[in-house]
């Protein structure tokens, strides 16, 4: 079956004016496009952390306690259960150490070896050697021995463990240090979330607009402080969300630590030295229910205006003239015949030159295209 492309055509076209007509601004005032602009901006900041989030599921995980056991005994050559921390950031990934203190020194080019066969991808060995001076607190004699640093990293299933001793004399400790090796998909998906993030805002924000603009004065204010309120709660949160996107989209060129990650800023560490540990967390939970609680008033919206007992006659008629009119300045924003009738019918029955000019200015400031508005040079209809 062939497709001609004038059905193509007319395919895209029907597309792009549905999403014209969804995406379009309820109104051109400054306050509502700031609204809108602002609502996005939150709602793809929660996009990209939800975005890193899904990324880190991909990667792979950080090794067990028994798991980084073997892998302490292939470093140090012997069968000492190492001492295991696992560490968070608010700007980078976990990351994991696990320490095993020797008192019979430390060969780490044997143990760079034992990665080697057993499949690891190992960098090359870096040794320092120097000297450390020791205090002996009987007779307060300083006495200089040998000291030996060593260093070297081996990657292997999506892991990197930086692997060091330090060692005076034959005492001292052999570290493991690891974390998820670099991916691609931490950026691609966060990226993702982030723009998915920005269009959903949009579409929420506009979409509660139109449903809340016809309804009565007290439940538009309701709507409004509540929204307002969700912003200011919610400003920390995004502001250290933007923050960290744009260290994950940087290039990772510090190798001896995880890449940074988009969610990590609500994890219940302190983002900012002078701010609490809750700080973030705390904030995003509260601005998540006021978010919550004011899309549930909006989508009651009609519910609202059926059960209104005591409303004065007239109300509900009101009300659909008010949705009716909304509905045709919709329309008129992506049609322009629509536009046109819209234009000459609500300058009826003058259809002066003077009245055609003040109604299309008018609809203008509503979000209707001038070039869909005949102006009062153009042709017009005749009066009966």
Do not use: C
């Not at 400790?173 to 990226?191: E, F, H, N």
């Amino acid at each position: 079956m062939s497709i001609s492309w004038s059905t193509i055509g007319h395919t895209v076209r029907l597309t792009v004016t549905g999403a014209r007509r969804w995406l379009a601004l309820p109104d051109r005032r400054p306050v509502t496009v700031a609204a809108v602009v602002l609502i996005a901006l939150l709602v793809g900041a929660f996009g990209a952390a939800a975005g890193s989030w899904l990324s880190t599921r991909a990667v792979a995980d950080l090794p067990s306690e028994a798991t980084l056991a073997d892998l302490s005994r292939r470093a140090t050559g012997v069968d000492e259960a190492p001492v295991v921390s696992r560490e968070t950031s608010p700007r980078t990934a976990a990351r994991f150490a696990a320490d095993t203190t020797l008192a019979t020194g430390w060969d780490s080019a044997q143990a760079r070896q034992r990665y080697a066969a057993a499949g690891w991808s190992v960098s090359p060995l870096t040794v320092t050697d120097d000297q450390a001076s020791v205090l002996y607190p009987g007779d307060k004699a300083v006495s200089y021995l040998p000291s030996r640093y060593a260093r070297f990293t081996a990657e292997s299933g999506g892991l990197v463990i930086e692997v060091s001793g330090g060692f005076v004399g034959a005492d001292g400790v052999v570290r493991l240090a690891g974390w998820a090796a670099d991916s691609p998909v931490v950026p691609a998906l966060t990226i993702a979330g982030a723009a998915l993030g920005l269009i959903t805002g949009w579409l929420l924000a506009v979409t509660t607009m139109r449903r809340v603009r016809p309804t009565h004065p007290a439940h538009r204010a309701t709507v409004s402080a509540l929204t307002v309120t969700a912003l200011l709660v919610l400003a920390a949160p995004a502001i250290a969300l933007y923050g960290n996107l744009v260290r994950t989209l940087r290039p990772h060129v510090d190798t001896s630590g995880p890449a940074a990650t988009v969610h990590s800023a609500l994890t219940p560490d302190p983002y900012w030295s002078a701010a609490p540990a809750w700080l973030l967390p705390g904030l995003t939970a509260a601005g998540g229910l006021i978010a919550v609680i004011t899309l549930v008033l909006a989508a009651s919206t009609r519910l609202s205006r059926v059960g209104t007992v005591d409303s004065p006659a007239g109300v509900g008629d009101w009300e659909a003239a008010a949705s009716t009119v909304e509905a045709s300045i919709e329309a008129a924003r992506v049609d322009r015949d629509a536009a046109q009738r819209l234009l000459f019918l609500s300058a009826y029955p003058d259809w002066t030159p003077g009245s055609l000019d003040r109604m299309r200015e008018r609809l203008i400031n509503a979000g209707v295209p001038a070039d869909f508005l005949t102006t009062s040079n153009q042709s017009r209809p005749d009066r009966p």
